[in-house]
């Protein structure tokens, strides 16, 4: 199979891209974000009822997820305002 080298598109190799068009991916990237972290935290509380029964259980499973909940904490934090922030800005655009 012989390889055919063929040139680029011109707009292609000179396309920049624009704050316009990176902030509606970026808002949909921060919805996403959330959506998968409230699914996560459903499912971690579901996991916490079957597993927890006993006292021991329910530390011992603190103390495992204890490491990942100040980082996922911080993830939905700034998902959650980006969020926000990215929406009203929306609304605030499509008014004028």
């Known amino acids: 199979m012989k390889r055919i080298h063929r040139p680029l598109p011109p ?5 920049k891209s624009q704050l316009t068009s990176t902030f509606p991916i970026s808002h ?9 972290m409230v699914l996560l935290s459903y ?13 021991f ?7 495992y997820t204890f490491k990942f909940i100040p980082s ?10 980006f ?8 609304l605030l655009h499509k008014m004028q």
């Open 11 to 15: 707009h292609l190799t000179i396309y």
């Open 28 to 36: 949909r990237i921060s919805g996403a974000i959330l959506a998968s």
């Open 43 to 55: 499912f971690l509380c579901l996991k916490m009822g079957l597993i927890c029964l006993t006292y």
């Open 57 to 63: 259980h329910f530390y011992q499973f603190f103390f």
């Open 72 to 81: 996922s904490v911080d993830l939905t934090a700034f998902a959650l305002f």
């Open 83 to 90: 969020h926000l922030y990215h929406g009203v800005r929306h």
